[in-house]
């Protein structure tokens, strides 16, 4: 059975750092796209970041760039999501994500370009 866990986030203070996780297991996804999404209530869920299947490209919103860092262990097939001076507005549940598609050159922005998705874990960040 396929799986990605997701861990790390919480409340914390606006300026604040969290680092999250997100575990595969099952299956290997080092040749793989994986990527972060978040959602908060009443909005739809909105891409975060993505890093590439050799891990040796990242792209991310504009919302987040300069403050959050996706990066992944290939050894431990795990995806980390570094979030920096944290803000109010981006207390949301926070998804990762694997595309299916075998070492793919393009980027996938949309919720629907993912097959595989953790439970989420929520993030709060507190004025």
């Known amino acids: 059975q396929v799986q990605l866990v997701e861990s790390g986030g919480g409340l914390v203070q606006a300026g604040g750092s969290l680092r999250l996780s997100c575990a595969a297991s099952?299956?290997?996804?080092?040749?793989?796209?994986m990527g972060w999404f978040r959602q908060s209530p009443g909005k739809e869920r909105e891409f975060v970041a993505a890093?590439?299947?050799?891990?040796?490209?990242?792209y991310y919103a504009d919302s987040v760039q300069g403050r959050f860092t996706i990066s992944r262990d290939r050894a431990k097939n795990t995806v980390y999501l570094q979030i920096d001076s944290l803000k109010p507005e981006d207390t949301a549940v926070y998804y990762c994500a694997a595309d299916d598609s075998y070492r793919s050159s393009s980027w996938s922005f949309s919720p629907d370009e993912y097959e595989f998705w953790g439970q989420g874990t929520q993030v709060t960040v507190s004025s």
């Open positions: 099952g299956r290997t996804f080092n040749s793989n796209t």
């Open positions: 890093i590439s299947w050799s891990g040796g490209r990242t």
